[in-house]
């Protein structure tokens, strides 16, 4: 079907159908078309064959014959009006009776000419049609006997509110057991049927890429929240499996966070493992239930410079616990003033050859990151002016750049372990090493909901206290952080924000029976992903697979990975998420917006984390509330057609509690002594503070004996007014009322001063004689 809207403007939730033929035509060419105009219900009966009825130039409804049917060759549905001639919709609306709804009168029956005050279509959707009324207008404009009172066409049966809620319910219903839902809501019944072979490959070579890359970064970022090496390799696996079910962007790469470590580590308040893995189910719980609730929206309070922020700060305190591991120091403390206290205290403990090899690798790590830009040999062109391809050797090459530059991280990590295996042979010990690793798979249990830590046992209750707003601190910036990689690679596609909270739910949840810390989607594993082209979400089985392989051959081997080689990857990887230079443009852009990125920055070095963003999100929200509260209003001169001079104010936002009072003061002063016109076409919401605020204006204005007429006043906002019951509320929303509305308290104005003068003249005498 076609869709339209009638005057720009959807006017029901019923189905409205519009039937057009071609009078003037025989009846072998006569054809009805049903144009669907605007509806929500799912039961499309159009009863098209009493359209019929229009073929002797008569109405459904109105017993007379109706004018528009009388010109031959017009199509009597044309929603375009042309030479001043005006189309007839025949509208059939569910839940109304049925009427002649003619443009000419703009919803008014042709037995009802009803003068055009508004450029709109107005119907009543309660379906409860007065005995007797109109059925275009429903005898409230009017007040035109219905034609069908005694006897005639039924109306259509309304529907109550109960039936209503019923059938919308029953359609929510249908739409959730949908084969839609069920392919948006389990993406891998939607890819699997058409995975090819190639995808396949593709999909190894980017989950073995990605399972290289995640392995160090696990080993590190266990230590940066605190727990021992074997948590970061359990944090890397199960994510990855349970993705690939429910994921709907395929270069997501599940696992452990810089972001979500410091916080774990930042609440763990060192108490052990459990609290994490506990951490992470009840992380998993909170975004699930916000991804069944679609509470996305809430995201949406952490604006760009609070993020910027956040995030510049959470890189610099990550790097600051990493240089004592490049020093080779050893002391108690993860916040950012107490890492820089300790090392003040202990710079004289500082191991030579630790320093030596962090700062080495991360130049390494530095320098092979920019490998993969070198171009390799040149295109030169021969005398035909054809390009020469490059030679498969050293295409190979540039691939072997390519993959050096992608794994640098385990070369790394690989070539210092390598060098301490070789020291230890010779019994000596240049670096502090990794030490054990537990051995061996996990125990797949249920997370703990109670520990043990030294000689008091803590309850779930307990442990949920301990672990505090980190409830819910977490699931926020991992959601953040999941779908800010969903959209950089998402490459202009739709991003559903609900399936992603989702799968990121069930994938904390999942993992937390696997002894995991809290997961999310890496950036930088992200990339890695997009760059070895991978196909589908099923490349994490693949990194995976590895990370399993790792967990059960190579633990002894991660015995003698230097602390410093971790630190320095970590170091290589965080210093990109400094976002310092977008301070420059936000200064640029909007100077005040600077001020909840500067205190989101200052507070999350000085005080926590999940503060600090808390701080920066309340900082904008006074923003918000602040310009909530006073609102521009704009107050402007004009002249009516009528030579009636009045003040045009108008108010740019919705009006709520914050602001009655302003506006009223600034409506009062800026008011003077003509007639006030109060434009409330941008008002999109008000609220009872507001509400009495107008009441006291429209008293205001009464004592005063001045006129206040709201004019474009939408139906929900007067009903809030009139809700307070105030003395006098004139509104309008055409020229032509607002026309005589001003023509009238002009006439009102005169009367006033006409009675007013002549009390003067006889009060004069009265002063001066008993002055005398």
Known sequence: MTKYKLNNTVRSSSEVTLTSYMTGSTDSERKDECYQITGSNDNEQDDVSESNNLEDGKCHVCPNSCEFLQEPGKIAASLEKRYDKYSLNELKVENLGRGCLCEKYNGGCKLCPRPSLAPTLTMSMDGAHGKGACLACNGAACGTPNPLSNGGYPPYPSTSKKSKWKSDAARR???????????????????????????????????????????????????????????????????????TVFGSVKDSAIGPTAIAAILTRENLHGLGPEFAVLLSFLSGCVELIMGILQLGFLIDFISGPVSVGFTSAAAIIIATTQVKDILGLSFPGG???????????????TRLWDTVLGVSCIVVLLLLRKVKDIKIGSDDEDKEGRLEKRSQLKAALAQTLWFLSTTRNIFVVLVCAGLAYYYDTKNQTPFVLTGNVKAGLPQFAPP?????????????????????????????????????????????????????????????????????????????????????GVASPAGGLYTGALVLLALQYFTPYFYYIPKASLAAVIIAAVVFMMELHVFKPIWRTKKVDIIPAVVTFTACLVTRLEL?????????????????????????????????????????????????EFVRRALRKAAGDAPLVLDAHHVQAA???????????????????????????????????????????????????????LLEAQRKSKQQVAWYAPTQLTLRPTLASSTT
């Open 448 to 532: 703990p909901f109670s520990a043990t830590v030294g000689n008091h046992t803590y309850s779930f209750t307990e442990m949920a206290s301990t672990l505090g707003s980190a409830i819910f601190v977490v699931p926020l910036l991992s959601i953040l952080e999941n779908i800010a990689l969903a959209k950089v690679f998402s490459e202009g596609k739709y991003v559903d924000a609900t399936q992603e909270m989702v799968a990121l739910g069930v994938c904390n949840i999942a993992s937390s029976f696997v002894e995991s810390m809290p997961v999310s989607g890496a950036l930088s594993r992200g990339a890695v992903n997009h760059a070895s």
């Open 173 to 243: 219903l249908r739409a959730c057991c949908s084969k839609k839902t069920l392919l948006r809501r389990i993406p891998i019944l939607a890819w699997l049927p058409n995975y090819s072979f190639r995808s396949g490959l593709a999909d190894i070579i980017a989950g073995i890429t990605v399972g290289l890359t995640v392995i160090p970064q696990a080993i590190a970022y266990a230590g940066v929240a605190g727990l021992p090496p074997q948590y970061g390799l359990y944090s890397s696996f199960m994510a990855c499996f349970v993705y």
């Open 335 to 349: 916040k950012f003033l107490q890492v820089w206290t300790g090392m003040y205290e202990h710079i004289g403990e």
């Open 612 to 660: 600090g963003i808390v701080l920066g999100i309340a900082v904008n929200l006074l923003f918000l509330l602040y310009a909530s509260a006073r609102p521009a209003v704009k107050v402007t001169t004009a002249v009516s057609e009528g030579g009636v001079r009045y003040a045009v104010a108008s108010v740019d936002r919705a009006l709520a509690f914050p602001a009655a």
């Open 687 to 741: 609220d009872f503070t507001a509400a009495k605020g107008i009441k006291s204006l429209i008293e205001d204005f009464h004592a005063r004996g001045q006129t206040i007429i709201f004019y474009n006043v939408k139906p929900s906002i007067a009903e809030v007014f009139k809700g307070v019951k105030p003395r006098e509320f004139v509104h309008c929303s055409c020229r032509v009322e607002l026309e005589r509305l």
